[in-house]
């Protein structure tokens, strides 16, 4: 499999608003899940939003209320709309599907305060 491709990413001020998408090279219906993860500098790779086959979602305490996972199956397209954004969101943010999925590249995302 090839590995997805994420896009979105930016410099924004704390309070801004970016949207992330991911495109899988194959159909997003291959996996069980998908999902977005962020690694900030120094830290562990944390599990951001996932969303499941059905359209159930998950999200990371921290993000609750601010962020949306969303995705369109005709696109193969996954996306995180990310809302109020706070200078601890900054990371780089990857998708995956799982199980079994690759890591991406990554897209940066920078917030400023």
């Known amino acids: 499999q090839a590995q997805p491709m994420e896009s979105g990413g930016g410099l924004v001020q704390a309070g801004g608003s970016l949207r992330l998408a991911c495109v899988a090279s194959?159909?997003?219906?291959?996996?069980?899940?998908m999902a977005w993860y962020r690694q900030a500098p120094g830290k562990q790779r944390e599990l951001v939003a996932a969303?499941?086959?059905?359209?159930?979602?998950n999200y990371a305490d921290s993000v609750k209320g601010r962020f949306a996972i969303s995705r369109d199956n005709a696109e193969n397209t996954v996306y995180l709309q990310m809302n109020s954004l706070k200078a601890e969101d900054t990371g780089k943010y990857y998708c995956?599907?799982?199980?079994?999925?690759?890591w991406g590249q990554g897209t940066q995302v920078t917030v400023s305060s």
């Open positions: 995956i599907g799982q199980p079994a999925g690759i």
């Open positions: 969303i499941t086959k059905s359209g159930s979602t």
């Open positions: 194959g159909s997003i219906f291959n996996f069980n899940v």
